[in-house]
């Protein structure tokens, strides 16, 4: 019996990166699952990330904190307010831009998978709901996978190659939706909300509960997220 | 009267990044520091930093705290025994590799940069004394500044070009203390050991604590270094 390939998983607790777990499970992946906890205002985030990763069979998970408010610029990890009942942005650089962010992720990811002997690296970049982010295009990735295999061990001394996997990469919201029922993801587990209401519920109306809301409508999938009770100012 | 660029420091708070530091000075840069406090065993080279950023007349300083012994894999942050005594490695892959270390703080620095509108970035990678990481390789910088100019809105959106630079990358460990020393640097404020002793003063014969050593014979230049008294078992 030959053993599954280690594929290390950068998993948020959001419903895409949910889905890139799914996928890469059903590819066949022994899958090290990856949380990164960097400061983001929404830590019912990452209780998100140990349920998913939990259902969808995760090999295992591990836990990096980072704190990037000492870095700031970012409406998620800096004290600058997220916009709410906004359409959302489809074009310039959201404020919740965080600098870096994918080049950081990805990094850690690396020395995660170099540590497991993972040459797969799965990450839930999307290019269509998020084109104002630069590191969610395809030529990031590629330059990422460049570097990796300059960057270790593995890549520069045993000639092993990876590769970076953004299986979401050119899919809308609805068809990621899609693609996750087919496989039996539950949603109600994942968390994408930037701004929860006090009792751990989505807000309903920051950009992410936005175009969530919207993919379900488009992928006619009943919306299974726990909506909150707004804050009373 | 125009003003200085900005440049985005990489400071350990060792021997290496003080010079680095002093260069980046030298050439005339506003320089902002950066120390990824990444979970290391000696704590006291992040108070070192603090004093050579102090010292050497840096703009600004920040520390971001990143707990990577949740990867693990390494002697300096997982519970695998620094070397004593032994010849210093220099061929292979020491033990004091820490997976991806330079991707995740050249990540770091590049976020650091951004935010501050800086596009020269200073690291004190060495190919040199450290030939067994590929990570201090000037191939892997190359990929690094590719990988930042795509990374970012500074980059990708508004046309700018990072500089990486790597000013120690050829220098033996006496020729970097002679620049430093003729930069007028104080390296009894900088800390390499990787195994401090109780006090906090240097080991005297783990891998670090001999290359600098052997760097101050070389060089001609009294070791201002603070040794420690041996831990008593």
């Known amino acids: 019996m ?10 948020s607790g959001g419903l895409d990166s949910a889905t890139v777990l799914a996928i890469a499970r059903a590819d066949g992946f022994e899958c090290h699952c990856l949380t990164v906890d960097y400061g983001q205002r929404h830590r019912v985030e990452v209780d998100a990330a140990a349920r998913v990763a939990a259902a969808l069979g995760a090999a295992s998970h591990r836990l990096v904190r980072l704190d990037l408010r ?3 610029g970012s409406a998620l990890t800096a004290g600058i307010e997220v916009p709410h009942g906004a359409e959302p942005s489809r074009s310039g650089v959201p404020v919740t831009y965080v600098p ?27 290019a269509v709901d998020y084109s104002g982010y630069p590191d969610c295009r395809p030529a990031f990735l590629a330059a990422f996978t460049e570097l990796a295999n300059l960057a270790t061990v593995a890549g520069a001394e045993r000639g092993e190659r990876f590769r970076v996997h953004a299986p979401l990469l050119e899919l809308s919201k609805a068809e990621i939706i899609r693609r996750g029922v087919s496989l039996g993801i539950d949603y109600s587990l994942t968390h994408s909300c930037y701004d929860p209401t006090p009792d751990g519920g989505a807000c309903g109306d920051c950009d992410a509960c936005t175009l969530r809301r919207r993919g379900f409508v488009a992928a006619g999938v009943p919306d299974p997220t726990r909506y909150g009770q707004p804050k009373t100012e």
Do not use: C, M, Y
């Open 100 to 126: 870096a962010r994918n080049t950081v992720l990805l990094a850690l990811l690396l020395g995660h998978a170099e540590v497991l002997g993972a040459a797969d690296l799965f990450i839930g970049a999307n």
């Open 2 to 11: 030959i053993a599954s390939p280690r594929a290390s998983v950068l998993l």
């Open 70 to 72: 000492a870095i700031g």
